[in-house]
């Protein structure tokens, strides 16, 4: 929350002075927690790694062992494990009838109170109702979601009113260079099934 609030802080026409005792929270070496750790899921435990993270991790497959130690990753075949060791959670699946409130109020209620909520995946995976009184009630410390359902949220929502919460409009993949790879990959299938070729990212049904 701290880059949020300082932002404010930083360019409000009222600020004499910044508050010495304005603190934020540490995440080298803190816990992370990843639920759902396909391709992205596996990218952030990457890039977790190089802040000396401890990486746990939920997904219906276990990955390989080699896999695993390149990241320094744990497997908790329980997330409810998951939830009671992590700091950081951050939510990394596909929106299915499984996933959907895969994180309601008894989820939250396992989390330390000193946890932080992330959600990079879709807002149905999240109970927003119970996420509102989880963040009221100060039953976790904080979220953030670029996600939400749904989007964007009626500008009366009562997630809108937290300050404990950070939500960004669905941009995690809002780069030119990120938009570019999507053409050009959409583009590849595309003259893929023309020539009737192997489609490069087929999509399999389950």
């Not at 939400?148 to 993949?173: A, F, Q």
Request: proline share 5%; glycine share 6%.
């Amino acid at each position: 929350m701290c880059l949020h609030s300082g932002c404010q802080i930083a360019v409000s026409p009222d600020t004499k002075y910044f508050a010495v005792d304005w603190l934020g929270v540490e995440v080298t070496k803190a816990t992370l927690g990843i639920v759902g750790m396909g391709s992205i899921g596996y990218k952030v435990a990457q890039r977790a790694k190089a802040f000396n993270m401890r990486i746990l991790y939920h997904n219906r497959n276990r990955r390989r062992k080699e896999e695993e130690e390149a990241v320094g990753a744990h497997y908790c075949e329980k997330m409810e494990n998951l939830l009671q060791q992590s700091d950081f959670v951050m939510l990394v699946v596909n929106l299915t009838p499984e996933t959907h409130k895969l994180i309601g109020k008894k989820e939250l209620r396992l989390m330390k109170p000193t946890a932080t909520l992330i959600n990079i995946s879709r807002g149905a995976v999240i109970d927003q109702e119970a996420l509102v009184e989880a963040l009221q009630n100060k039953v976790i410390r904080a979220a953030a979601l670029d996600v939400t359902y749904p989007e964007p949220l009626p500008r009366d929502h009562p997630l809108l009113k937290l300050n404990n919460i950070i939500i960004t409009p669905h941009i995690g993949t809002a780069t030119v260079q990120a938009i570019h790879m999507m053409a050009e990959e959409a583009i590849a299938n595309i003259l893929a099934v023309l020539n009737g070729q192997p489609i490069p990212s087929e999509v399999f049904p389950k």
